[in-house]
């Protein structure tokens, strides 16, 4: 299984910036982010496929970029503009032949 390390959450003021990293272990198609926020469902905050083809959900964009290094095996979330909505714990994804593998997960809290 893929091992995925994510790191960069942290707490911000809404309008503000962070940006979110994913380090993986394999030889990977697509990676992206879901987030959770507290008492609902996760969702697909976006995704990219190996050539660099980005896919988000309608609340992110323009505000949110997803980018891939894969020499460095890393992808990336760039989140700016920060809203109060935007808070939950974001996972890192990551598509393989044989499935698909998880981030721990890292909290990201905008305040208001």
């Known amino acids: 299984q893929v091992q995925l390390v994510e790191s960069g959450g942290g707490l911000v003021q809404a309008g503000g910036s962070l940006r979110l990293s994913c380090v993986n272990s394999?030889?990977?198609?697509?990676m992206g982010w879901y987030r959770q926020a507290p008492g609902k469902q996760r969702e697909l905050v976006g995704s990219?496929?190996?050539?660099?083809?980005?896919n988000y959900v309608d609340s992110v964009k323009g505000r949110f970029t997803i980018s891939r290094d894969n020499a460095k095996s890393t992808v990336y979330l760039q989140m700016s503009s920060l809203k109060p909505e935007d808070t939950g714990v974001y996972y890192c994804?990551?598509?393989?032949?044989?499935?698909?593998?998880w981030g721990q997960g890292t909290q990201v809290t905008v305040s208001s």
């Open positions: 994804f990551a598509d393989d032949v044989r499935g698909r593998s």
């Open positions: 394999g030889s990977i198609t697509i």
């Open positions: 990219i496929s190996r050539g660099g083809v980005t």
